[in-house]
């Protein structure tokens, strides 16, 4: 798991499990409870919701080369997402009040993991030549997700 300078703290609860970080990293690794549910899609990311309760939400979403979000964050809601196949890019933007804004970019292959804090501030894209799949977890269940203009 990757760690951003004051951009995001390590799960605690990491080998907890139910965790977010554990339920998507266990997820990720076990391609034979996702991989015939997956669809790829030329016009639009593909993603699919799959457990929703009051607690959290378990999303796993393609990505085909060249696909990607725009800066967003997940409102109060706290999670982990895991990289099950291929690799993703992630730019993540965050200032503190007195400090200059920080913008980190990573490369994640499968196997990686991040985990994020409230108002957290990224973008993701496939920024291979190849496909992705990623398993997200978000808790609470996510109320709202805003795109972030100009970023």
């Known amino acids: 798991m990757h760690a951003v300078p004051y951009l995001t703290v390590p799960d605690p609860d990491m080998a907890r499990p139910g965790s977010p970080t554990s339920l998507a990293m266990t997820l990720a690794a076990h391609p034979e409870r996702w991989r015939c549910l997956v669809d790829y899609r030329t016009d639009t ?17 393609s990505w ?3 696909q990607g979000t ?5 409102g109060p ?3 982990a997402f895991a990289i099950a196949a291929g690799m993703l890019t992630e730019r993540v933007v965050a200032a503190q009040p007195g400090r200059p804004a920080v913008e980190v970019t990573r490369e994640l292959a499968a196997g990686c993991c991040r985990a994020f804090g409230p108002h957290y501030v990224h973008q993701l894209t496939n920024t291979a030549t190849t496909p992705a799949v990623s398993v997200h977890v978000y808790t609470p269940s996510l109320p709202r997700h805003g795109d972030i203009p100009g970023l």
């Open 45 to 61: 990311r593909w993603y699919r919701l799959l457990e929703r309760t009051e607690q959290q939400e378990v999303w796993l979403l």
């Open 64 to 66: 085909l080369p060249g």
């Open 70 to 74: 725009y800066p967003h964050d997940h």
């Open 77 to 79: 809601a706290s999670g």
